[in-house]
């Protein structure tokens, strides 16, 4: 997969004139790291097109805040080797610390990479902890595996009787969406547990026929397929882009399921979207959109027993 991780040559790419040019982080730490296939989306020379802000370093990151940290989420309190147990029915499977593409809101920028690949540990703890039912797919992220990996790992889930769901949560697609072919269906049909995809779309720039087909394949398979994203200033905060957003995804059977707060970390302050104009935003939706295509807006909070409803 072509990727651009020389910010220099995406500049270049992207004819970014010079006065723009300084609006741009050269040396983050969280490094550039965006496709090609999405690269090729962003308009040239525009500070303000949707997919250049969610890839694209700017000085604005290295603003900061306080209750902008690095671990906002305080995983590392529920974390045993890659599970992640913090609600009762369902535990998180850190699969890969590797994604398509580095997003410049997220809140796992700062996690450390130590990803053992076979995942022994893991499989005892969920084999001996019956109160889960659901293992998710996590990361990084888990399309970023090889199927080889990806089977082994979904034929020792499959051996969990307690375990009656499988829940994958990708952003891949959008770099990738080949990545979704028939061998990968192939490894899917193998696993008799219910498997559910959560993809995460922020913006419908980000879609296109390839990625709408590969939707299609899993949907006609009779998977499951919802979406979550993150309300994003200046990127999808407002009826326009979540509206348009959310009625392609539901036109190709995927459904709106939550629109989360911005996780405080460190580097996203530029992102922040009050609650107040958030709930104005689910209420523009509800009022003028079918009621099943609206998501929960929702907020992570580092001890409770679920996602916070907001709005
Ligand atoms: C979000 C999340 C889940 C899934 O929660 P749902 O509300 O079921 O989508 C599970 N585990 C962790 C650690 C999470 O952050
Ligand atoms: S795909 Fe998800 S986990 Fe990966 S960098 Fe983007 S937001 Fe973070």
Known sequence: MKAFKDINKLIDFLEIENINQKKILKNSSFPLFIPYRLAKKIKKNDLTDPIFLQFVPLEKENKTLK????DPLKESFFKKGNLLKKYN????????????????????RFFEKNINNNFDDEIDLIKKDKTINEIILSGGDPLSLSNYKLKDLLLKLNDIKHIKKIRFHSRYIIADPLRIDENFIKILKLIKKQIIFVFHINHINELDIDILNAFKLLSSNNYLLFNQSVLLKNVNDSFEALSKL????FEKNVIPYYLHQLDEIQGAMHFKVSIKKGKELIKGLRENVSGYMIPKYVKEKPFEKNKTLIF
């Open 67 to 70: 209750n902008f940290s690095k």
């Open 246 to 249: 959310y009625e392609l995804l």
């Open 89 to 108: 029915n369902r535990a998180l499977l850190i699969t890969s610390n590797y994604c398509a593409m580095n997003c410049r809101y997220c809140f796992r």
